[in-house]
């Protein structure tokens, strides 16, 4: 039995169970009578057909079958018939256990128990999304996840220009009188300017941390940026910050820095970060060139829609 075929059965399992149901084998399930069972699976218009001959056979074939499918994560035993963790650290650890009767030969309750237990045991299931920690695959799901929260925030724009350096942002669409705007961009000091996108408290988090640093030059400012990200991903009562930053500086040079939730951080010549930032940023890959500001003002005045918020330019 190949490993494909074995794939192909997993995922179609529910469309299999349902036309055995629905072609009147329901009552030879019940009474535990598989012996003449066919099952009919439906893949790339074509029909797989397997005969069951031998119920005694059925609930082998399934825990090989497994076994060979996922190598790396259960490993099987026969008489009495069982299948375990191949990480455990207990030798003999059962997951499921078939004995003989009516239960061993109802082999799609078999599959359906073995399977939910190859799903506890795989990689999220085991917290790897609930701490930041890696994962067998070397992710962590947490950054990812805060990634994803940085992309909800309002688009903000920014460029390095041959005058200077520019950064904008866009204007919120709340239409109620009663709510003020929200603010984008960020004065640390006369010579460095932050725009965030994301999760506004976190944004804030981040602001106030960098104000109360000693930043003379672009390297501490860089330093005390990925400190701050850093430290939350590595200590346990913090989770990550759903932020990615934006920085202007004219400390050393006109430059414009991208800072993601995990603390990296990439010097840009032109960058967009929030909602709106793959649009945006292949408008700015066929848009952007060395220019003045002047003329950086009015390209981000086309790429945000004319509906820039808030605006800062700087020079050295």
């Given amino acids: 039995m190949g490993r494909s075929s074995l794939l192909s059965w997993e995922r179609l399992d529910r469309l299999a169970i349902s036309h055995i149901l629905s072609s009147g084998h329901s009552k030879a399930i019940r009474e535990g009578n598989v012996g003449l069972l066919t099952r009919l699976v439906m893949i790339g ?12 056979d059925v609930v082998k074939e399934e825990l090989e079958g497994i076994a060979l499918a996922y190598p790396d994560l259960v490993k099987c035993h026969f008489d009495p018939n069982f299948i375990y963790r191949a990480d455990a650290p207990v030798k003999g650890k059962v997951a499921t256990t078939v004995r003989t009767g009516m239960f061993a ?61 520019i950064i904008a942002s866009e204007k919120s669409e709340n239409l109620d009188p009663l709510i003020m705007p929200p603010q984008k961009l960020y004065r640390i000091n006369e010579k460095l300017v932050v725009g965030g996108a994301g999760l506004g408290a976190d944004g804030w988090t981040v602001i106030k941390r960098l104000k109360k640093e000693e930043i003379h030059n672009t390297e501490d400012m860089l330093f005390a940026i990925h400190q701050i990200f850093w430290n939350h991903t590595v200590q346990k009562d913090l989770r990550p910050l759903g932020v990615s930053m934006l920085v202007a500086t004219s400390m050393d040079s006109p430059q414009l820095f991208w800072a993601d939730p995990s603390g990296a951080i990439r010097e840009v010549n032109a960058w967009a970060i929030g909602e709106g930032e793959k649009k945006a940023r292949e408008e700015l890959s066929h848009e952007w060139k060395t220019m003045e500001m002047k003329d950086a003002e009015k390209t981000f005045q086309k790429i945000l829609k004319n509906r820039i918020g808030e605006i800062v330019k700087m020079i050295p």
């Fill in 45 to 56: 218009g074509n029909d797989m057909k397997k005969l069951i001959n031998k119920p005694e």
């Fill in 105 to 165: 030969n109802k082999a799609e309750i078999l599959r359906a128990a073995t399977m939910q237990f190859v799903n506890q045991i795989g990689p999220i299931s085991k917290g790897f999304d609930r701490e930041t920690m890696f994962s067998p695959d070397g992710r962590l799901y947490q950054v990812e996840y805060a990634r994803e929260a940085s992309l909800r925030g309002l688009t903000v724009v920014g460029g390095v220009c041959r005058d200077g350096v």
